[in-house]
């Protein structure tokens, strides 16, 4: 087994039952929300997604932001990174520079396409895909070298992270698509937000000949107009309407302090239930929960594991 | 690009413009209708991108094409530009080129090769991810495939991933699907491309 350079592998190898957040840079040169929500999630998550122009906005750089929680809040970061906008050259640079800055996990991702960017107009690079991306990484920090085998100074230390698509129809084609990269050397996965149990426990099942360590997506909702959308607009995701209708009448509070309580009431009965159910009956390494700007929830859930 | 000009030559392509009806016979002689008075002449080449055919179809019109101060042209920019090396003139695109195609019936079209160099066709069952794939991945689908169609559009198009893995299935090729494809060599592609067989 390779050495374990981060707090998020040696708790994944550890045994315990592991809970990732995720921070999302918004398009600012300020770094105070990202801070704050680090500091609210610090202690209760072993480590912590920092996002990479998710949809392809242009949002303040998730490396900055990976280091800045790193080094002012102490929150380890999973670095996101998209193959999307930079082709093999500024990849390899960007993951220098995350080494150099202490970074030690890398997700890798190809990213949302530019047609859905706020510059729509932009030149989709994808030099590389997501495979290739594991391949360098295992290069960079196997053999110290980078695709073109030029070598490098100084020790990559860090480990790479795949994503996967428990929603994904047909499904064979995705897991032949992780086998793929599993075979060429990631760490760990997360997935995709997932909500159907049932899916969510065949996609383990099938990931356990992988011997690959799975954290699936959960994604608790602020609101039942939040679950909705992501029901009609993610395709591949149905939200449970019980849980929607459930969102629906917490609102239905009169005075905003209640609202909030209640429906944080239904978030964490729903997913306390729904990690204790991953946590008993499958091989998940733990959960990553995908509530940016809702660390109350992350702390909640945290002490139910 | 034609407002400063007043004597226009027009050339159409009779091969693919005029099958994809933008620079066939037709939309010249549309064209000749929208310039008015400023229309010197036309012609329409068999296949304005080969250099040999340009020489034969516009010898017979070389002096029209010499009175005019520039030669606008309806066909891809392979046309365009050996129309511009071959009369010396100043040369206008008349269409906006979208790919190289596979025709399906006339004023129907469909992009299948972007001449990139590395052929993996038959590794893909025959449809070609570098096109067909909206990221142009050579080990996917990736994360933004859902009920077989790409993010890319909205979910209107098949994934071309999942195409190569329903084809290669059916095939009974899944062990080419599991295979890792190495990245392109993209230097061949990043300069000016000449094949010299001879």
Known sequence: MRESYSDLMKAIRSGRFVLTGEIQPKKTTLLNEAIRSAKEMHGHIVACNVTDDPRGQAYLSSLVVSHAIQRDVGLEAICQMTVRDRNRIAITSELLGAAALGIRNVLTMSGDHTSLSDNPCAMPVYDLDTAHFVRLVRRMVDEGVDLGGNRISGGVRMHVGIVGNPNAEPLEAELLKIGRKVDLGADFMQTQIVFDMDRAKCFLKEMERYQIPVLPGIFPCKSHAIAEFVSKNVPGIKVPPDYIEELRKAEGSLDRQTKREKVDEVNFEYFSALIRELKGTTKASGVHIMAFGYEGIVRKLSECV | ?198
């Open chain 2, 1 to 198: 690009m034609a407002e400063p000009f007043d004597k226009i030559f027009v050339v159409g392509c009779g091969t693919c413009a005029t099958i994809c009806q933008t620079g066939g016979e037709g939309q010249v002689k549309e064209q000749l209708g929208i310039l008015g008075k400023k229309g010197v002449g036309w012609a329409v080449v068999e296949a304005p991108c080969d250099l040999r055919l340009v020489k034969r179809d516009l010898a017979e019109f070389m002096p029209r094409v010499g009175l005019s101060d520039a030669v606008l042209v309806l066909s891809c920019g392979a046309g365009v530009q050996v129309v511009g090396e071959h009369t010396g003139k100043l040369v206008i695109p008349g269409l906006d080129t979208l790919f190289i195609g596979k025709i399906e019936r006339i004023g129907r079209a469909s992009e299948r090769c972007r001449a990139c160099t590395e052929c993996m066709l038959y590794e893909t069952g025959g449809i070609c991810p570098v096109v067909r794939c909206s990221k142009g991945l050579l080990n996917g689908p990736c994360g933004g495939m859902a009920n077989g169609k790409c993010e890319a559009g909205g979910h209107t198009r098949d994934c071309a991933w999942v195409m190569i893995y329903e084809t290669l299935k059916r095939q009974g090729r899944l062990d080419v699907f599991k295979k890792y494809r190495e990245p392109k060599d993209r230097s061949r592609k990043a300069q000016p491309q000449e094949l010299l067989g001879r």
